[in-house]
């Protein structure tokens, strides 16, 4: 009864503190989903769309950070391409050895891999006629994929993205690191100090648990939102 009295105690009196990671965490996602959906889109388009030479460059960028774990891409970006960046004096005034700027980059570039081919599968799950019909029209193909193609694309793949977000919610915890005083940096640290690892640990699971139910469960009301109704295509992925 006393151990667990204190394990209680440890927990309510690290909450504040830990609670304090959440903002770092919120950080690292809505930056890591902003640069991969910004790159992202693009990529599919190239995938779909482009060149063989094109589609075969994103297929190798995608190889590239589905193949190699975060933590590998976290200390190859910190301590290697960040260092040698921040002792450029042209690049001074850049705050590159940040290991929150790193971790977002990482993790905002290994989201665009996954992200792109969110958006490849959604676009090729239109029908191929949507196209031709905007060239018989007199549109151009990046005008047709920017006005028909992309607002459908996107509507299609909510459900996807809702899977991205949780997994890259996930990923972030890694972050700690590099110095990240994301929920699972305190947490490992007031365990160091407390000795009470496990309920620690359940409450940092419970902070993650929340925040991937508020993600997906904003993420489905915008799906219902732009759902159009009768769409024959609506929720095929």
Do not use: C
């Not at 996930?170 to 990240?180: N, Q």
């Amino acid at each position: 009864m006393e151990g667990f009295i204190t394990a209680a105690q440890a927990s309510w009196e690290a909450m504040p503190y830990i609670l304090g990671g959440l903002w770092w965490t919120a950080g690292l996602i809505l930056g890591a989903m902003l640069v991969g959906f910004v790159l992202g889109v693009p990529l599919a388009v190239l995938h779909v769309y482009g060149h063989p030479l094109t589609r075969k460059a994103v297929a190798g960028y995608v190889w590239l950070f589905r193949g190699v774990p975060i933590l590998v891409q976290l200390y190859l970006f910190y301590f290697g391409i960040m260092a040698y960046l921040s002792e450029i004096p042209a690049l001074a005034f850049l705050p590159l050895s940040s290991g929150f700027l790193s971790a977002v980059i990482v993790l905002g570039l290994t989201s665009a891999a996954y992200q792109s081919q969110i958006f490849r599968g959604a676009m090729a799950s239109l029908p191929a006629g949507q196209l031709k019909a905007a060239r018989a029209l007199g549109m151009s193909d990046a005008v047709a994929i920017r006005t028909i193609i992309l607002p459908q694309a996107l509507r299609l793949a909510i459900p996807a993205w809702s899977n991205e977000y949780s997994i890259l919610l996930k990923d972030s915890a890694l972050a700690f690191t590099i110095g990240v005083l994301e929920v699972m940096a305190r947490t490992r640290a007031v365990a160091a100090t407390t000795h009470q690892p496990l309920p620690l640990s359940i409450l940092a699971g419970a902070l993650f648990f929340f925040l991937t139910w508020a993600g997906i469960k904003t993420l489905k009301r915008l799906e219902a939102k732009v759902r159009i109704p009768g769409y024959a295509h609506q929720g095929s992925l």
